[in-house]
């Protein structure tokens, strides 16, 4: 038995007896889960399912080579969200949470997550991740790859006790990852809406897994199949909404709760949603910021000189009117959810992700 299977199953052979930090990080989940999760007995439960979460992941990157096992637990133990197992895990809570399949898909669909982050740096030339330096500049492009392969062969190892039909979402996930990826690297087509483009990329690169998240968690939980599809739907919109609101949480955080420094995107000339509004925008007004969003801005005269135009432009409350479209769409989902806990929390969540950048 794997380190990571037995983990799931709580005998985690090398976590347990291990140092106090270790320990620390298996029994308090690094999820910021905010404030749109439910306390009670649902909460307790998910709590408790994040915990077993946590563990496996710890083993998952783990290895008897030191620094392999230090490459491949950088970005877990740097924190992070947990978004897409809390997510599969609260799907659960519908049906059975602790059947088997439950907790082992939701560390596939993070430990799937992880690996597609090391790529990206290295594909954004990103200096920082989580608050803490990115693999590829702590030690190289070579090694920030490598290791987002061992975590796909990590996740793959765990997805085939699960079933081939399982295998195959997985399958058809990850080349709906990689779709996107693709399609944002080339841009957009000619004659193809920018915008329209961005949107897509978003559905392909994000919320395609947090639906498989959702996905998965209502599936091995034995919900009915009218039910596993309404909420692997809610999964791609809430997807779609949560990376549109960290984008926009780029621009609007002032002290970088966004995990990167406020404006990372501009710096880097990564065009999201509001400078795409405001590039296919003529007002004359906006003629400054259409001059400095159409590359990466670096100076920092002009850098502060930009977010301060974004944060006031109508760019900015177009690209929020199209977040709430997005959490409104996936509310409706849940309209074939019985009411109760879980949908009060599906639906908190909806709400949160457009607060969370006002």
Not at 153 to 181: H, K, M, N, Y
């Amino acid at each position: 038995m794997t380190g990571a299977r037995a983990a799931v199953e709580g005998t985690n052979p090398e976590v347990q007896g291990g140092s106090p930090q270790a320990q620390r990080r298996i029994s308090t989940p690094a999820s910021t889960i905010g404030p749109w999760l439910p306390e009670g007995a649902l909460g307790a439960s998910l709590a408790d399912g994040l915990a077993r979460v946590e563990s496996a992941l710890v083993a998952a990157v783990g290895s008897e080579h030191a620094f392999i096992r230090e490459a491949a637990g950088h970005l877990m133990s740097a924190g992070g969200k947990r978004f897409r197992p809390m997510l599969a895990l609260l799907a659960a809570q519908l049906g059975d949470p602790d059947a088997p399949g439950v907790t082992e898909s939701a560390v596939v669909c993070e430990l799937t997550h992880l690996a597609t982050l090391y790529h990206d740096d290295v594909m954004d030339e990103a200096a920082v991740r989580r608050g803490a330096p990115s693999a590829n500049s702590r030690w190289t492009n070579s090694i920030a790859i490598l290791t987002g392969d061992l975590l796909f062969a990590r996740a793959s190892d765990l997805l085939a006790d699960l079933g081939p039909e399982a295998v195959r979402i997985q399958a058809q996930t990850f080349e709906r990852l990689v779709t996107g990826q693709i399609r944002e690297t080339v841009g957009a087509e000619p004659g193809v809406d920018p915008i329209a483009h961005y949107l897509d990329v978003l559905a392909d690169k994000t919320g395609s897994l947090v639906a498989t998240s959702a996905r998965f968690g209502a599936r091995f939980a034995g919900l009915e199949e009218s039910l596993v599809a309404a909420l692997t739907a809610f999964g791609e919109e809430v997807g779609v909404a949560f990376q549109l609101s960290d984008d926009l949480l780029d621009i609007v955080s002032q002290g970088g709760t966004s995990g990167k420094s406020p404006g990372t995107d501009l710096r880097e000339g990564i065009a999201t949603l509001p400078a795409l509004f405001a590039l296919a925008g003529d007002d004359p007004a906006d003629a400054r910021l259409r001059e400095l969003v159409a590359r990466p801005v670096t100076d920092d005269d002009e850098h502060a000189e930009a977010l301060a135009l974004l944060r006031s432009s109508t760019a900015l409350e177009r690209a929020n009117e199209v977040l709430s479209q997005y959490a409104d769409r996936a509310r409706a989902r849940l309209d074939a959810v019985p009411s109760g806990d879980v949908r009060n929390a599906l639906s908190a969540l909806c709400d949160y992700v457009v607060t969370r950048t006002s």
